[in-house]
């Protein structure tokens, strides 16, 4: 039996996504250099594959420009990151944000800016629920 697909890019084309979030539009050649930086060695051939798969998935636009194809992002990042987190959320946590946020603080290194950060956008909700 065939496996199903997912809802939610993969881990490398999420990896893509992000050098295209960054930067767009940009080359297959382009894309795999951004790959290789970030320690993800592939083939010309293996990424054209995947960007190719990506369009196929309407995550990527391909665009003719000259003798060369350039690729742009269909999708938002804010909007994958949510999508992926609100299914982590349902299916890890039984949909508590509360659980999510205290196992994050359990287990993460939480800097003291980070905690700041943390705490302003608590006092703003308090303020928007309180209204």
């Given at each position: 039996m065939a496996r199903?697909?997912?809802?939610?890019p993969t881990e490398?084309?999420?990896?893509?996504?992000?050098?295209?979030?960054?930067k767009a539009p940009q080359t297959v050649e382009t894309v795999?250099?951004?790959?290789?930086?970030?320690g993800r060695q592939l083939t010309?051939?293996?990424?054209?594959?995947?960007?190719?798969?990506?369009?196929?998935?309407?995550y990527l636009?391909?665009?003719?420009?000259?003798?060369?194809f350039e690729y742009e992002p269909l999708v938002e990042g804010q909007a994958v990151?949510?999508?992926?987190?609100?299914?982590l959320v349902n299916r890890v946590f039984d949909g508590s944000a509360t659980a999510v946020l205290?196992?994050?603080?359990?287990?993460?290194?939480?800097g003291p800016d980070e905690l700041v950060?943390?705490?302003?956008?608590?006092?703003?909700?308090?303020r928007e629920r309180g209204k």
């Open positions: 199903q697909g997912s809802e939610h490398l084309e999420l990896a893509i996504l992000k050098s295209l979030w960054q795999r250099e951004a790959l290789a930086a970030a010309y051939s293996s990424v054209i594959t995947m960007m190719n798969i990506m369009v196929r998935k309407k636009q391909r665009i003719k420009r000259g003798r060369a990151s949510r999508r992926m987190l609100n299914d205290l196992e994050l603080l359990e287990t993460s290194d939480v950060e943390i705490r302003r956008l608590i006092n703003r909700k308090v």
